[in-house]
């Protein structure tokens, strides 16, 4: 009957270290790969994060840009309007056209002086006459320095006109300019809003793969200690299997001295085998067959 071999303590205790370094290298290399991965995860996030300051700058050039441009633009209506209120004034200040009341005038002038040189006048309708044409002659001075006054407001409000004319249409292109660095500001604050949720989105991986890889690292660190115990225990055993090698070698060095004096004495060379013998099954090392 063939006995069925057992294991040795030492190589129990070595198969339980070579099962124990298998475990923690490759939980290193679990760990390893989960730093790997946080790391490409934490770069992507870095190149985001560079791209989203970029955006963000580019979007606040636009929108100062674009209160700038709103600024001009109040400011060109604000004249415009300022200048509408002159023109009311101006206008109200010239009263109504005399140029009219000057034509007719000048008409009634001119018969007035026709009438003195060609009809017959007796003395007092004459002077009547005069009086009435030096009324109308004084009433025309008033009327033609009221008209030079008018014309040179018109003057001025026709050039009102165009001034105005002109800041609204300059007030109206800075506000086009507004809207379109507003809509360009729009545009790029929509894309920082993709780019935050990406990043966002990073960042919770990066943390995963951080907490993956510290919870590999830590366990390898624990199989590690056992990795030591369990190497200092085979250390130990064999430490152990060599001392009682040494002591077996010793002792059988011994007995063969012995015998080697008792070679010529047959009662001491089999007291000496007895001993030997006894020795030897009392240590373990011979096994008698049945």
Partial sequence: MVRKKTLSELDQAEIKLESLLERRDALNREA???????????????????????????????????????????????????LIELRRKMRSRSGGSVTQELRNLKKQITQMEMRQQTASLTLSEENELIDELKEHLKRAKELESLKTEQDAISREVKDLDSTITELFAQAEKEHQAALELSSQAQAVHSETLDLVSAISTL?????????????????????????????????????????????????????????????????????????ALKALLQKGRVEIGR
């Fill in 32 to 82: 390893a790969l989960s730093r790997q991965e946080r790391d490409m995860v934490h770069d992507k996030k870095r190149e985001l994060s560079a791209k989203l300051r970029d955006l963000r700058d580019k979007r606040a050039a636009f929108a100062s840009q674009a209160r700038a441009h709103r600024a001009k633009r109040d400011e060109a209506q604000g004249k415009a309007k300022a």
């Fill in 203 to 275: 960042v919770a991986e990066g943390d995963a793969k951080h907490q993956a890889y510290l919870e590999s690292r830590g366990k390898a660190d624990e199989v590690h200690a056992k990795v030591v115990e369990m190497r200092d225990k085979v250390l130990s055993i064999r430490g152990a299997k060599r001392a009682e090698v040494r002591e077996a070698r010793e002792f059988l060095r011994t007995q063969n001295r012995s015998v080697r004096k008792a070679l010529y004495d047959e009662k001491k060379l089999e007291e000496s085998a007895d001993e």
